[in-house]
């Protein structure tokens, strides 16, 4: 098929190149002239495992392309993909300028029957508005759909190439069968297609999300009940992980989630149950521990050094709001280092792949190190905000020979509490006593 991706961040640049990995003609369209002059030389604006291959190979075969033009790349396609931002208003809705502002462009553009597709993480409802948008604009026939990603970021080519299922909300039959014969490749394995209603279908991304976020919340709330009474939250969480109804996934307590989705869409989807009359109560408390969660490791900093830290030197390990990505988007990173500064510490950085995203929001205030072992050098402590895996062995000897003094505060519990005491390390984690 010819397809046409509006969006080249996260999402869309992961759905074009993916698309176009199966044979399909992909379009990209994106404003920023500057990253579709990158792209087209092969210079990826985001980091994500497998991307850079995906498009460079299908780049290089010409099934996709890269254009500013939005207006050509709709009338040489079938289906146009709107996968721009939704970023979260003041009231915490989620913003549809972008979303309705494409749609319109989109309708002014066609010659012909399109489906078009919303991908962006939008709230119920949208894929009327955008309806309504588009037939203020145009005569032509289309049909609008609602295709919500399900993608980690650090996972995502995976996870399009492999999905678990598909959601597909439709209205007529041609558009479902459209969208249904598109998807196919990647549902050889029996990963179901399900076809729905378009509310239902924009409500099943932020019920996902929510729950996860949920999980995550409660397993910190359980990490701090386990501190008060000296229980240990590994214990606790591989016990419940044991129960089938449970499992293990996102179970994991540390400081908090961040990124470009939990945090955005609890907020939505709790924004949009308060329009319908509805307190969303559960999601609410969700939002409130996971911003007290980021306060966790500075509150454990204040006990040992005291709230004044002038003169301290902190290693901070990790800036991403994950491994295997540089997405510093709501990362509790951010509020630690920022309480840091405040208390008047010095911090000594490094993180994998973040450290340019990092530049752009502490600028000088923080020393961004050329690796983990430069970060300890001269430092108070080490501080660890995210669990990238080239942190979870590493030369113990070596840390304690360049740390002022062999202080850890684990705000992912990435290492053993017996064992890294066991090297002579003063060690603080979460949950665990």
Not at 312 to 317: E, Q
Request: with cysteine; hydrophobic share 40%.
């Amino acid at each position: 098929m010819r397809i046409a991706v509006i969006g080249t961040g996260y999402v869309g640049l992961v759905v074009g190149a993916c698309f176009a990995e199966t044979g399909n003609e992909v379009i990209c369209v994106d404003r920023d002239a500057a990253k579709i002059k990158g792209l087209n030389r092969g210079k990826i604006p985001i980091y994500e495992p497998g991307l850079e291959e995906l498009v460079r190979r299908n780049h290089a075969e010409k099934r996709l392309t890269f254009t500013t033009t939005l207006p050509e790349a709709v009338k040489k396609s079938e289906v146009i993909f709107i996968a721009v931002g939704t970023p979260m208003g003041e009231d915490g809705s989620a913003d549809l300028q972008h979303v309705l502002a494409a749609a319109r462009e989109v309708a002014r553009s066609m010659n012909g029957y399109k489906v078009v597709v919303d991908k962006s993480t939008v709230p119920a409802g949208t894929s009327e508005l955008v309806r309504a948008a588009m037939k203020s604009q145009t005569s032509q026939p289309f049909s609008v759909v609602s295709n919500p990603e399900f993608l980690k970021q650090g996972a995502a080519v995976e996870d399009f190439l492999k999905p678990d299922r598909v959601v597909i909300g439709a209205t007529d039959t041609r558009a479902a069968d459209i969208m249904t014969e598109l998807y196919r490749p990647f549902t050889r394995t029996g990963a179901p297609i399900m076809v729905m209603d378009c509310v239902s279908a924009e409500l099943c991304k932020y019920a996902a999300n929510a729950m996860l976020a949920t999980r995550i919340s409660f397993m910190n709330e359980i990490a701090n009940v386990c501190e008060r009474f000296g229980g240990d939250v590994d214990k606790v969480r591989q016990a419940i992980a044991s129960d089938k109804r449970i499992g293990a996934a996102f179970l994991f307590p540390g400081v908090g989630y961040g990124g470009s989705c939990f945090p955005k869409d609890v907020q939505a989807i709790v924004k949009s149950a308060r329009d319908k009359k509805y307190k969303f109560q559960i999601l609410e408390a969700v939002e409130s521990v996971n911003e007290s969660q980021k306060k966790v490791l500075l509150a454990k900093l204040d006990r040992h050094f005291g709230k004044k830290l002038k003169g301290k030197t902190l290693a901070v390990w990790g800036l991403a709001f994950k491994p295997r990505t540089d997405d510093m988007r709501e990362a509790p990173a951010v509020p630690i280092i920022e309480g840091m500064l405040a208390r008047g510490a010095q911090v000594r950085a490094f993180d994998p792949e973040a450290r340019d995203v990092a530049r752009s929001i502490f600028k000088n205030r923080i020393h961004y190190a050329r690796s983990a072992y430069d970060a300890l050098k001269g430092a108070d402590a080490l501080v660890i905000v995210t669990e990238w895996n080239e942190f979870r062995e590493p030369d113990f000897a070596k840390m304690k020979r360049l740390l002022k003094q062999p202080l850890i505060f684990d705000g992912r519990n990435i290492f053993d509490p017996v064992q890294i005491r066991t090297q002579g390390f003063t060690y603080t984690s979460i949950g665990r006593p």
